[in-house]
C-alpha cells in the first residue's frame, strides 16, 4: 500500500481511521452475527468478511447526504459508512419489529433505507442494476447533483439485468457507477468457469469507462471510485469498476466451503486479509499505533455489544403485522 500516500489522494490522517474502524466494524458485525448463527438464535448470514476494504474505500468517495446507493447482500461496509448504525443491522439479523430494512420481513442482507437513500433490494440478484440505473436517470431528468452507485458479485454480471442497465446507462450516459466485488466465486463456481473474459473489459462494450483495482486496498479502491464519481458529476457518464477481493468465508451460513476450495487457497486469502494488510500500512506511515488499533477494537466490541444485546432484547412484530404493507390499507 505504500505506493499510494493518502495525502495525494486529499485523505488525511482522521479520513484513514475513520476508514479503518468502519471497515473493522462491519468484520466484528459480521462475527458476530456467525456466532449467534451457529448458536441458533439468527437464522442466516450472508457475510462480507474479506471485502470491507472494497466497500469502504468505495462508500468514502461518495457524498452520504445526496448520493443514492443500490447496495447488494454483502455490503455492509457500505450501509454503515451511509448512516446504518450497527442496532440497525443486529436488528435486521434478529429479524425485531424496529428493522429499518423491513420490520423483519426479510432476510439479512437485504438493505433499505429510504432516509439514507439505501435503495430497497430484492433477493433475485442483479435486479438492484436496473433500479440503480432509474434513480441516476431521474436524476438527470430533474437535473439533479447526485450520483447513483451500485454493487454485485462477479457472478450476477452474467445475469440480463446487470447487462441491460449498464447499456441504458452507457447510451444515455447516466451519474451511475457499477462496482463489482469480484470475490472469486459466485456460490461454489471459480470466477473461471463464470466469465470468457474480464469483467473490467466489459465498460467499452457499454461504452463506459472501465477500472479494475486491488480490492484489498482500501485507497486504491477509493481513488479508481473518486475518478469515477467525478466523471459522473461532469456529466461524462458511467463507470464500471472491478475490486478483486477474495471471500474469508462460506458463501453464507448455509454453505460449507470446504467442498470447493483447499486449504491453501484459504490460508493465503486469509494471509492478505484487508484489514491486517490496512492496519499495518496505518502503523507503517505513522497514522496508528499497536496501542491505537487495540483501544479502537475494543470500542468497536463495546458497540457490537450494545447492538447484539438491543436487538436481542427488541420486540418481535405482532402476528398480525404479517400482511401489513402487502395490501391497501388506505380508504377506497
Known amino acids: 500500500m505504500t505506493e499510494i500516500l493518502h495525502a495525494k ?7 484513514l481511521l475513520q476508514m479503518y474502524e468502519t471497515m473493522l466494524l462491519a468484520r466484528r458485525l459480521d462475527e458476530r452475527m456467525w456466532l449467534l448463527n451457529r448458536a441458533g438464535k439468527i437464522p442466516f448470514v450472508i457475510s462480507c468478511q474479506g471485502q470491507e476494504a472494497a466497500q469502504v474505500g ?10 443514492y446507493i443500490a447496495p447488494y447482500y454483502r455490503d455492509l461496509g457500505v450501509v454503515l459508512h451511509f448512516g446504518m448504525t450497527p442496532r440497525d443491522i443486529m436488528l435486521s ?4 419489529a424496529e428493522d429499518p430494512n423491513s420490520g423483519g ?4 442482507g437485504h438493505f433499505g433505507y429510504k432516509a439514507k437513500r439505501i435503495l430497497t433490494g430484492s433477493s433475485p440478484v442483479a435486479t438492484q442494476i436496473p433500479h440503480a440505473v ?20 462477479e457472478g450476477s454480471t452474467n445475469q440480463g439485468d446487470f447487462h441491460e442497465g449498464a447499456n441504458f446507462a452507457g447510451v444515455h450516459k447516466l451519474p451511475v457507477i457499477i462496482m463489482v466485488e469480484n470475490n472469486q466465486y459466485a456460490i461454489s463456481v471459480p ?11 466489459r465498460a467499452l462494450g457499454y461504452g463506459m469507462h472501465g477500472f479494475s483495482v486491488d ?3 482500501p485507497l486504491a479502491v477509493y481513488e479508481a471510485m473518486k475518478e469515477a464519481v467525478n466523471r459522473a458529476r461532469n456529466g461524462e457518464g458511467p463507470s464500471l ?20 476450495r483447499t486449504k491453501e487457497e484459504l490460508e493465503e486469502g486469509k494471509a492478505n486479509d484487508p484489514i491486517r494488510l490496512f492496519a499495518d500500512y496505518l502503523i507503517e506511515i505513522n497514522v496508528a499505533t499497536n496501542e491505537l488499533l487495540d483501544e479502537l477494537n475494543r470500542k468497536v466490541m463495546a458497540i457490537v455489544d450494545d447492538a447484539t444485546e438491543y436487538a436481542e432484547n427488541a420486540p418481535y412484530a405482532p402476528p398480525e403485522h404479517a400482511l401489513k404493507y402487502v395490501y391497501w390499507e388506505g380508504e377506497s
Open 191 to 201: 470466477v473461471e468457469k463464470q466469465l470468457g473474459g474480464k469483467i473490467v473489459d
Open 9 to 15: 489522494l486529499g485523505l488525511a490522517d482522521s479520513d
Open 58 to 67: 468505495a462508500a468514502f468517495a461518495l457524498d452520504t447526504t445526496k448520493d
Open 105 to 108: 420481513r426479510q432476510m439479512p
Open 241 to 260: 469498476i472491478e475490486a478483486v477481493t477474495f471471500r474469508l468465508t462460506s458463501h453464507s451460513s448455509d454453505d460449507d466451503d470446504r467442498a470447493y
Open 134 to 153: 432509474g434513480v441516476a436517470l431521474a436524476g438527470k431528468m430533474r437535473n439533479e447533483d447526485y450520483v447513483s452507485f451500485v454493487t454485485l458479485g
Open 93 to 96: 439479523a434478529f429479524a425485531k
Open 215 to 217: 480490492g484489498k486496498n
